[in-house]
T-cell receptor, first 111, second 115 residues
Framework: KAGVTQTPRYLIKTRGQQVTLSCSPI?????VSWYQQTPGQGLQFLFE???????NKGNFPGRFSGRQFSNSRSEMNVSTLELGDSALYLC??????????FGPGTRLTVL | AQSVAQPEDQVNVAEGNPLTVKCTYS??????LFWYVQYPNRGLQFLLK??????LVKGSYGFEAEFNKSQTSFHLKKPSALVSDSALYFC?????????????FGRGTSLIVHP
């Protein structure tokens, strides 16, 4: 119904490693945004992509990066993982003034 | 800088009673306001938005929100609460004037509806 698939659903990594998360909106939806949700910081906007271009970026260090492919699929990468990167990472399609649809999220645990 | 305050960590209401979840905001330009709901172990769901126009906005699942510019508030309401409305609710704001999409979220309010 949401039309957003996120993989993997759960992930465990260790400090210093890097991770790549994937988000696939249903075909034809060119806008994708990413969010981080943690108990301490709450919900925070990471970045938004539209037609393969990053349009907006939240206040996150350069270790957080992303990209979008021509088929609208998006990837988010976090390098040199820290314990504080443990979070639920959410992806949404159509993050404009229209209705947003979120994926189920990827739960990342950094040990 | 923009900000959102949800002054109540938790709201308790009996089933069938009206509910209100409070949200106040601060933004330098035109406020674009949003409400989201998160059910346990599930992702986020969009409820409603205010961009412009009528101050009373109707959304999904019977929820509505009232934009009050003078009080800089955007409270979420529902005339008759259901047990199934129990969830975490987030308010968000972004500046609609500057072209930047970046939203700021409140800390969330846990709504508990008692049978």
């Amino acid at each position: 119904k949401a039309g957003v698939t996120q993989t993997p659903r759960y992930l465990i990594k260790t400090r210093g490693q890097q991770v790549t998360l994937s988000c696939s909106p249903i075909s034809g939806h060119r806008s994708v945004s990413w969010y981080q949700q943690t108990p301490g910081q709450g919900l925070q906007f990471l970045f938004e992509y539209f037609s393969e271009t990053q349009r907006n970026k939240g206040n996150f260090p350069g270790r957080f990066s992303g990209r979008q492919f021509s088929n609208s699929r998006s990837e988010m990468n976090v390098s040199t993982l820290e314990l504080g990167d443990s979070a639920l990472y959410l992806c949404a399609r159509d993050p404009t003034e229209n209705t947003q649809y979120f994926g189920p999220g990827t739960r990342l645990t950094v040990l | 800088a923009q900000s959102v305050a949800q002054p109540e960590d938790q709201v308790n209401v009996a089933e069938g009673n009206p509910l209100t979840v409070k949200c106040t905001y601060s933004v330098s330009g035109n406020p674009y306001l949003f409400w989201y709901v998160q059910y346990p172990n599930r992702g986020l769901q969009f409820l409603l938005k205010y961009i412009t126009g009528d101050n009373l906005v109707k959304g999904s699942y019977g929820f509505e929100a009232e934009f009050n510019k003078s009080q800089t508030s955007f409270h979420l309401k529902k005339p008759s609460a259901l047990v199934s409305d129990s969830a975490l609710y987030f308010c968000a704001v972004r500046d609609g004037s500057g072209g930047s999409y970046i939203p700021t979220f409140g800390r969330g309010t846990s709504l508990i509806v008692h049978p």
